[in-house]
């Protein structure tokens, strides 16, 4: 099977985790929040938590041509895969990231957080939340922070293979 199959298969994984049932919430949210462990990693960071900010923002609102910005390596046929997600399978996303700890490389910083995404699935019109721990690789580069790699989309939609902690 060649990496293309296989990241698709992580993305369709994906988003059977993100839309099985689960928990439902209150009030309306935001499209996505940010919270670091620390202050002082907030202030030493700020480039870097507004980019997450960024990132999530444009995943929750599913804004396809944004996160390919974030991913340059998303194919025509992934974004059109993540379309067609954001089309047919869920609204009114809700990232929360939680206890966002940064660990730094000269080139690169390995985030890990508390993932929640409150949502409703379009097709039972349920509201559900989904909670996964994650840790990844981001790079920094002459654009600025982005994900590397084909299997950053099964990060972007929660897939357990992200390192999940």
């Known amino acids: 099977m060649n990496l293309q199959r296989v990241t698709l298969a992580g993305v369709l994984w994906g988003i059977m985790l993100l839309t099985s049932p689960s928990v439902s919430w209150g009030d309306p949210l935001p499209p996505a929040t940010v919270t670091p462990a620390s202050a002082e990693q907030a202030r030493q960071q700020v480039p870097l938590f507004a980019f997450l900010r960024e990132y999530f923002t444009a995943l929750a609102q599913g804004d ?15 974004r059109e895969l993540l379309r067609e997600y954001f089309a047919h399978t869920v609204r009114d996303l809700h990232i929360d990231l939680r206890d966002v700890q940064v660990q730094l490389t000269p080139t690169a910083a390995t985030v890990t957080f508390d993932r929640t995404d409150h949502f409703v699935d379009r097709l039972t019109d349920r509201r559900v939340e989904k ?4 840790s990844t690789v981001v790079e920094y580069g002459g654009s600025g922070w982005h994900l590397d790699g084909l299997n950053m989309i099964a990060f972007a939609l929660g897939h357990q293979t992200s390192q999940a902690g």
Request: glycine letters at 0%; proline letters at 5%.
């Open 131 to 134: 909670r996964i721990r994650l």
């Open 64 to 78: 396809v041509e944004k996160l390919a910005l974030y991913h340059p390596a998303l194919t025509v046929q992934q």
